[in-house]
């Protein structure tokens, strides 16, 4: 987890911009049903959008989060910080990590600067096999 989510600003792009934010959020390594080994690489997609650090609260701009287990963020909801929700906050399009072993449902979740979702137009989760 990433601990400089908590040095900054959690008040979001006002909700209008985020419900006029459009783009695709993807897997670019990955897709539904794959197998996986641990530690496994993920790769970051998004199209329509410009990835920039949190903190940075300007229009069309956000970053990733990866979450564990659970699907999409409600829109201009703050997306918690903890094992099951990380946060990408420096811009960062790609990891590797371990996951659960097992059937495992992970999902990208872009958010503006200050954490707050972008919701499901701006999400996207598949399910994983674990080795």
């Known amino acids: 987890m990433n601990d400089e989510h908590t040095a900054h600003q959690h008040e979001g792009n006002n909700p209008s911009e985020m419900q006029a934010a459009e ?6 390594n990955l897709k539904n049903g794959d197998t996986v080994s641990n ?13 920039r650090p949190a903190g940075e609260l300007t229009p069309g701009t956000g970053h990733h989060h990866l979450l564990i287990g ?9 997306v918690p910080a903890n094992e099951r929700h990380i ?16 059937k495992t449902k992970i999902a990208l979740q872009f958010a503006d600067g ?18």
Not at 23 to 28: E, H, S
Not at 39 to 51: H, L
Not at 89 to 94: I, L, P, V, Y
């Open 23 to 28: 783009g695709r959020v993807f897997f670019a």
């Open 114 to 131: 200050a954490h707050a979702s972008y919701g499901s137009k701006l999400s996207t989760s598949i399910e994983v096999y674990v080795k």
């Open 39 to 51: 530690p496994v690489a993920i790769e970051f997609g998004i199209e329509g959008m410009t990835v």
């Open 70 to 78: 659970s699907d999409s963020i409600a829109t201009g909801d703050v």
């Open 87 to 102: 946060h990408y906050g420096k811009g960062q399009t790609a990891d590797t990590l371990d996951l659960p072993t097992g």
